[in-house]
């Protein structure tokens, strides 16, 4: 089975060779969809991990054991439309075309169900529109 995973690690815990650990340990494999994670800083890694629902719920609760903030909740993109001034940007970096502009209007349309989650757009924003309810 596979779970999408949002972990925050503390800043002892950034170097840790998470995904190896998973894979080596617990047979969980780990797909890495979004990685912000830099030397001495609380770093953010979003996993979809594939594995035996057991292993999945052992790698979980070691994770866990490390001070790594696990989120399992279902995640959602939202874009705050008041303060969205259409400038495109976060376009250019969905892999699923979820966000694009009108090529009448030129606003910028998102598409809740081609939404992978995947974050890219989050930085890209130049106004801080578009957010993650966790
Ligand atoms: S989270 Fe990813 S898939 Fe969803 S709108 Fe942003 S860039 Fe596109
Ligand atoms: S980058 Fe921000 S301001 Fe520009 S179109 Fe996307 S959500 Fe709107």
């Keep these: 089975m596979k779970k999408r995973v949002r972990l925050t690690f503390p800043r002892s ?32 890694l979003v996993l979809e991990l594939s594995g035996d629902i057991d292993e999945l719920e052992a790698a979980i609760e070691w994770m866990r054991t490390q ?29 699923t075309q979820a966000l694009k502009l009108d090529p009448d209007s030129f606003l910028l349309t998102f598409t809740r169900s081609r939404c992978i989650v995947c974050e890219q757009c989050i930085p890209t924003c130049p ?5 993650i309810n966790l």
Excluded at 21 to 40: E, G, M, T
Excluded at 82 to 88: A, F, I, Q, T
Excluded at 127 to 131: G, L, R
């Design 13 to 44: 815990a950034v170097r840790m060779p998470v995904t190896y650990r998973l894979a080596k340990d617990f047979n969980v494999a780990a797909n890495i969809i979004r990685a912000q994670v830099a030397p001495n800083q609380i770093g953010v």
């Design 127 to 131: 106004v801080q529109a578009i957010s």
């Design 67 to 95: 001070d790594i903030s696990v989120s399992l909740a279902k995640s959602e993109i939202l874009i705050d439309e008041d303060s969205c001034v259409h400038c495109g940007l976060c376009t250019g970096v969905c892999p």
